[in-house]
């Protein structure tokens, strides 16, 4: 059954992100699987990526982890470095946000819409599991969204951190959950 207040965000699941992953493929497997099931119960699709302007006037030079690479950046087509994995790839009528920061709301049009659209649970997917996923999962909780994580679809650089936050730290304000335990 549709859950017409629930939207599925995919976060950050883009290739130059993701070729930084040994274990990626495991990871566009099950987030494939899990944005199959989402349009199957027909849920809104967010995907959601980060990226900035030309110049990166957004970037302060007091934000410690984007100044250090901005540089880096810099030098990149921004478009290209922005696009999703073709495995993960979004349709034409799913909603696409950039974001400015590791938090998915920051920068970004992403709370519009979820008003817009009167969603109220959003289901998290996406790298890294400390940066957009547990930033965009504290806002979100604050902002009184209903919350799920599905463990399986979420990575990070260090194994450790990913299972800490899904075992210890995310239970306290989401449901977690593996994909095949995901039920819309």
């Not at 957004?58 to 982890?65: A, C, G, L, M, T």
């Not at 940066?131 to 965009?136: E, H, P, R």
């Not at 260090?158 to 995901?182: I, T, Y």
């Amino acid at each position: 059954m549709k859950n017409d207040n629930t939207a599925l965000l995919v976060m950050d699941m883009q290739s130059a992100i993701l070729q930084s992953l040994p274990e990626a493929a495991q990871l566009i497997e099950n987030t494939k699987q899990v944005i199959a099931k989402a349009r199957i119960e027909q849920l809104p699709i967010i995907y959601v990526t980060v990226g900035f302007s030309r110049g990166m006037p957004e970037i302060s030079p007091r934000n410690k982890v984007f100044s250090a690479v901005k540089n880096m950046l810099a030098a990149l087509d921004m478009q290209e470095w922005m696009r999703i994995h073709p495995a993960l790839a979004p349709q034409d009528q799913d909603i696409r946000v950039v974001k400015k920061r590791f938090s998915a709301f920051t920068g970004s049009d992403l709370e519009l819409i979820l008003r817009s659209q009167q969603i109220t649970h959003l289901v998290l997917t996406g790298i890294s599991t400390s940066g957009v996923v547990l930033s965009t999962l504290r806002e979100a909780a604050d902002k009184d969204y209903q919350l799920t994580v599905i463990s399986d679809c979420c990575m990070d650089q260090d194994g450790e951190v990913h299972k800490f936050l899904m075992d210890r730290v995310f239970p306290r304000q989401a449901e977690v959950v593996s994909l095949a335990n995901w039920a819309v």
